[in-house]
């Protein structure tokens, strides 16, 4: 059954915003910018030789943008490597097993840290700067995971400019699991109406398809559902006692 929408976008006699800027969000003219406060979110899933962020090995990075087009979000660009383990890394086999990868086979097109990461940030920060965003939000299913280890490997690269928040996240999993009654990524995939390949899963390229295929249906159906967010004006003082 088609989805109907069961609230409109708030009038601008509901609270005290700017009529003006409220008319963008009635007639879909509003960006991504002006929809995530200056945040561009960024798809982002990563396969690692462990859990540990600073002693384990990353595996696998992707990323991928979304597009705006008549108030709805889509899937954009996609960057992926796979990613030669950093020296002294450590390796659990256990995860290598899970994963069915051999992280030192370079038929797999390794690249160190540094060339797989920074062309990626830079992609990144350009896709930032065209959106007129001020920054990269990470969006990922147990998102903190993910940027635990983007965050230690550009430490290990000693690298300042990373597009990414230091430490907010979209988490599909627990916006899956409010809207769709499921957290782990296959089954909140299937709720969505999004077809899902086990044979594929746990390769972050993939992963990283379906979570940016299911952040978008989520965004889309909140917005149906619940129209969109009226713009917030007043100033805050943050420093204020």
Known sequence: MQEQPLAQVNSPSENNSNSSDQSLFEKNKFTIADRFRGFLPVIVDVETAGFDPQKDALLEVAMMTVRLEN????PDELFSANIRPFPGANINQSNIDFLGIDPFDESRNLLSEYDALVPMFKAIQKKVKANKCKRAIL??????????????????????RSPFHPFSVFDTASLSLLVYGQSVLAKAC??????????????????TQMEC???????????????IPSPVNEVIDYLKN
């Open 71 to 74: 108030g709805k979000f889509y």
């Open 139 to 160: 969006v990922g299913h147990n998102g903190q995971f993910d940027l635990g280890f983007i965050a230690a490997a550009a430490e290990r690269l000693n690298y300042k």
């Open 190 to 207: 299937i709720g969505a109406g999004i077809k899902f390949d086990q044979e594929n899963a746990h390769g972050a390229a993939y992963d």
């Open 213 to 227: 295929q299911l952040f978008c249906k989520l965004i889309n159906r909140f917005t149906t559902f619940c129209g």
